[in-house]
């Protein structure tokens, strides 16, 4: 599980850096259909995320998106670069990780790569 990305079918990504800990943003699916992306809005160190609950918005020249937590746990770290250039999303949305989350307690249904990709090909 260590190091292997999983998905909602919202559009988030999650990778486990190990039992308790996790670092999440929106893939690369997301960050296609959104166009530019303008702005991030991140929570705070600190603040507690809820499984299947918005955490963050992501602002496009098109719409203003929520995105959701795969997890329940508290924000341990957020991605700063984002704050100055939220335009990195759309040059690797797998780098350009939002928060990092610890002391998870809870997850939402995750999907690994091939069911997440044939999610996809369902949809359309």
């Known amino acids: 599980m260590k190091g292997e990305r999983f998905?909602?079918?919202?559009?988030e990504w999650i990778e486990f850096i190990d039992e308790k800990t996790a670092r999440v943003g929106i893939s690369d699916f997301?960050?296609?259909?959104l166009?530019?992306?303008v702005f991030v809005?991140?929570?705070e160190v600190g603040d507690e995320v809820v499984a299947g609950e918005g955490f963050a918005e992501v602002e496009s020249v098109k719409s203003i998106s929520e995105?959701?937590?795969?997890?329940?746990?508290?924000?341990?770290?957020?991605?700063?670069k984002l704050q100055d250039?939220?335009?990195l999303v759309n040059e690797d949305a797998y780098d350009a990780w939002f928060v990092e989350i610890g002391d998870i307690?809870?997850?939402e249904e995750l999907l690994n790569e091939e069911e997440y990709n044939e999610f996809l090909e369902s949809e359309n």
């Open 7 to 11: 998905y909602l079918k919202s559009h």
């Open 30 to 33: 997301a960050q296609q259909e």
């Open 35 to 37: 166009g530019d992306i």
């Open 41 to 43: 809005n991140l929570p």
């Open 67 to 80: 995105v959701y937590s795969p997890v329940t746990g508290v924000v341990r770290s957020v991605n700063e």
């Open 85 to 87: 250039s939220p335009e």
């Open 105 to 107: 307690s809870a997850k």
